[in-house]
């Protein structure tokens, strides 16, 4: 898909300190609707900080963050998600004791029209909307071939299918921007190219703007529109795969990180 012109994400000098150190200082970047963009840099980077402060777990110390044109730095996570900004974590987070159908449903229902008074009192409004989001969460499941282990309990799966059910539940929120923070971390790397061809597919499918995290060079080189690349908080590049491949800044941050 060709990428629109329209800004989706605009961060303005975003800064963010813990105590005395600096995450992240004065990073400005723009993601276009539709972009794909990567985000790399050498561990500790402020890769992950920025993603919070892009969902509200923390706020910027200082500068804007502009979703769709709206402000949006400082506001609570479930509000940012609700204003269309979604994500998945380093670190899988999935009700590993439910089953796969039910941590799809319960995403769903954080986004449910159905009120939670209809809920509480069991109207028919409330088991059509069941109905409905039983239906919703099934055909996510089949997009990311998990149908056939819906009723599973979601620890049981494959690593690589708990990711992928990480990102089946991030698209429940009905995003436009959807942040992946190493999405294939930990995959082989058949099921790692199996992830980017469905990340290229969810894009123009559900009509998204993704940021991704990623170490594995080669897959950020090969999915990405354009790349940005910090180094100890700092915004070091930004451009093309080949750009950033030549980019001696680049070499050097990476390099300093093998010594
Ligand atoms: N809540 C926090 N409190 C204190 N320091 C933090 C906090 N979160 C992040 N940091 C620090 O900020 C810096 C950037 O961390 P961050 O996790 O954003 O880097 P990263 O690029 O995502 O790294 P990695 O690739 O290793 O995941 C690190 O020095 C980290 O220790």
Same mark, same amino acid.
């Given at each position: 898909? /060709? %990428?629109?012109?329209?800004?989706?994400?605009?961060?303005?000098?975003?800064? *963010?300190?813990?105590?005395?150190?600096? %995450?992240?200082?004065?990073?400005?970047?723009?993601?276009?609707?539709?972009?794909?963009?990567?985000?790399?840099?050498?561990?500790?980077?402020?890769?992950?900080?920025?993603?919070?402060?892009?969902?509200?777990?923390?706020?910027?110390?200082?500068?804007?963050?502009?979703? #769709?044109?709206?402000?949006?730095?400082?506001?609570?996570?479930?509000?940012?998600?609700?204003?269309?900004?979604?994500?998945?974590?380093?670190?899988?987070?999935?009700?590993?004791?439910?089953?796969?159908?039910? #941590?799809?449903?319960?995403?769903? +229902?954080?986004?449910?029209? +159905?009120?939670?008074?209809?809920?509480?009192?069991?109207?028919?409004? +409330?088991?059509?909307?069941?109905?409905?989001?039983?239906?919703?969460?099934?055909?996510?499941?089949?997009?990311?071939?998990?149908?056939?282990?819906?009723?599973?309990?979601?620890?049981?799966?494959?690593?690589?299918?708990? *990711?992928?059910?990480?990102? /089946?539940? /991030?698209?429940?929120?009905?995003?436009?921007?959807?942040?992946?923070?190493?999405?294939?971390?930990?995959?082989?790397?058949?099921?790692?190219?199996?992830?980017?061809?469905?990340?290229?597919?969810? *894009?123009?499918?559900?009509?998204?703007?993704?940021?991704?995290?990623?170490?594995?060079?080669?897959?950020?080189?090969?999915?990405? #529109? *354009?790349?940005?690349?910090?180094?100890?908080?700092?915004?070091?590049?930004?451009?093309?795969?080949?750009?950033?491949?030549?980019?001696?800044?680049?070499?050097? %941050?990476?390099?300093?990180?093998?010594?």
């Amino acid at each position: 898909m /060709a %990428a629109s012109t329209a800004v989706l994400l605009d961060v303005k000098g975003a800064s *963010r300190s813990f105590g005395g150190l600096k %995450a992240l200082s004065e990073v400005s970047l723009h993601i276009n609707k539709g972009e794909l963009i990567g985000l790399i840099g050498p561990n500790g980077a402020g890769k992950t900080t920025l993603f919070n402060l892009l969902t509200g777990v923390y706020p910027p110390s200082t500068g804007k963050i502009l979703l #769709n044109n709206e402000s949006v730095g400082g506001m609570k996570p479930f509000k940012i998600n609700h204003k269309g900004a979604a994500r998945t974590f380093q670190n899988i987070r999935l009700f590993t004791a439910m089953t796969v159908l039910e #941590n799809v449903k319960i995403a769903f +229902h954080q986004h449910a029209r +159905h009120s939670l008074f209809s809920s509480m009192l069991r109207l028919p409004k +409330h088991f059509k909307g069941e109905e409905e989001i039983t239906q919703k969460a099934m055909d996510i499941l089949k997009i990311f071939n998990l149908a056939d282990q819906a009723q599973e309990t979601a620890g049981n799966l494959s690593y690589g299918n708990q *990711r992928r059910l990480e990102i /089946a539940r /991030a698209l429940a929120a009905g995003p436009k921007l959807l942040l992946l923070d190493e999405p294939a971390a930990g995959m082989n790397p058949n099921e790692t190219r199996d992830l980017m061809n469905l990340i290229a597919w969810i *894009r123009e499918e559900f009509d998204l703007t993704i940021l991704l995290i990623e170490h594995d060079m080669s897959l950020v080189m090969g999915v990405c #529109n *354009r790349i940005y690349v910090l180094d100890r908080g700092i915004l070091i590049a930004d451009g093309t795969p080949v750009e950033i491949r030549n980019n001696p800044k680049v070499i050097e %941050a990476y390099l300093g990180q093998e010594a």
